[in-house]
């Protein structure tokens, strides 16, 4: 039995409570309005942002709102990171500041053909014995716990042709090399046919798609979208990449960089499995100059190509689809040479240059699509 409260007590322990109830109550409602107001300005807020980005869409073309908006993220990166990445993502806005492939990359491509041009006893002699010499890379994201990189397996030993791979760390994937000679081609032919995707679209009997998105005036670098077929009952599978390259002739030495990347302009289809993790490396080295037969070159590849195989089927595929795509991509190069098939060169022209003409271009598009409120159309020959 609980003892029996004095009726004064009992009075003032339910006005207590009776108060009590009415501040609990007060705070919730106080946080319920808050929360409601903050949606109110928020909503107001993105509201008043859509009808300004409507304005801007019918007083500037779709390359001149790009340069706007551009210009305040950069100014606003310091400030909020976040929020103005945000900000260009929802603008449909590709932020070339984060995205370009930097200097440092190709310089640390070159680096790596410089140091397996040391071993360069490993590669003439013709009786290499079958051991991976294990050449050293700065690759990031191939090092185990106990930070040292993952040796190199070699998979393939060939007089002119030899292929590396080492485990991805974390992954059942795999990182390749290639170290290979070619003496009866031009290293000026072998680099543009690389290059040129519209010859590309002739002799790649894989390829679904292939189209420059977006180029940078800065650097020279490309965002591109490629489709290409996969080996029956896998889905095609589609790339959004950046590429730049660069031609170093006084050191003698062309290289070519890629890596995934993610654009506005291209979002993900149904119809293809969209491949988010893929880098390349191509450096080409002169055995004399760009325009006399004979070079080495080193190409480093590394994807995911979002399969349910077993991790040695993937290497299998990849194993034996390197060694074909490279002999189609020198034969492709001797057919261009011997039918004289015209193919851009991308030596002559360099990087900035190739950024002015598509500015002109997107210029001119714009000027055929003046007076229309839809998005212009970039057009690259």
């Known amino acids: 039995m609980f003892p029996r409260r004095p009726p004064a007590a009992v009075a003032v322990w339910l006005a207590g409570a009776a108060a009590a109830g009415r501040a609990g109550a007060r705070c919730g409602g106080l946080l319920a309005l808050l929360a409601n107001q903050c949606r109110f300005v928020t909503s107001l807020r993105v509201r008043r942002a859509q009808q300004i980005g409507q304005l801007y869409g019918r007083l500037y073309s779709e390359s001149s709102r790009r340069v706007l908006l551009s210009r305040l993220w950069r100014r606003l990166r310091g400030r909020a990171g976040h929020v103005s990445t945000l900000m260009a993502a929802l603008a449909g806005v590709f932020v070339w500041d984060e995205e370009r492939i930097q200097e440092e990359e190709l310089q640390r491509s070159i680096d790596e053909m410089k140091r397996l041009e040391e071993m360069s006893s490993v590669f003439q002699s013709s009786g290499v014995e079958h051991h991976s010499p294990e050449p050293k890379s700065q690759t990031e994201g191939n090092e185990d716990s106990g930070g040292k990189e993952q040796p190199w397996e070699m998979v393939m030993d060939k007089r002119h042709f030899k292929l590396w791979r080492r485990p991805i760390t974390g992954t059942h994937l795999y990182q390749y090399r290639v170290f290979g000679t070619y003496t009866d081609v031009t290293p000026r032919q072998f680099f543009n046919v690389q290059l040129d995707t519209e010859y590309r679209k002739k002799w790649d009997t894989l ?51 890629s890596r995934a990347v993610e654009h506005p302009s291209v979002p993900e289809s149904p119809e293809f499995v969209r491949v988010r993790s893929y ?18 070159y080193l190409l480093t590849y590394s994807d995911n190509p979002q399969t349910v195989f077993p991790r040695y089927c993937v290497s299998w595929m990849v194993s034996s689809g390197m060694p074909d795509f490279l002999e189609k991509l020198h034969m492709a190069t001797l057919k261009a040479k011997n039918m004289e098939i015209k193919v851009k060169d991308y030596i002559s022209a360099k990087p900035l240059e190739m950024g002015s003409e598509a500015k002109a271009t997107t210029q001119s598009s714009e000027r055929k699509n003046e007076g229309s409120h839809g998005p212009a159309r970039i057009e690259y020959a």
């Open 207 to 257: 390829v679904i798609k292939l189209e420059v998105i977006e180029r940078d005036v800065v650097s020279g670098s490309e965002v591109l979208h490629w489709v290409t077929h996969f080996p029956y009952p896998m889905y095609s599978r589609d790339y959004v990449y950046v590429r730049r390259y660069s031609v170093d002739q006084e050191n003698n030495v062309m290289v070519l960089v």
């Open 279 to 296: 880098e390349s490396q191509m450096v080409i080295r002169p055995h004399k100059s760009f325009d006399e037969n004979g070079f080495d």
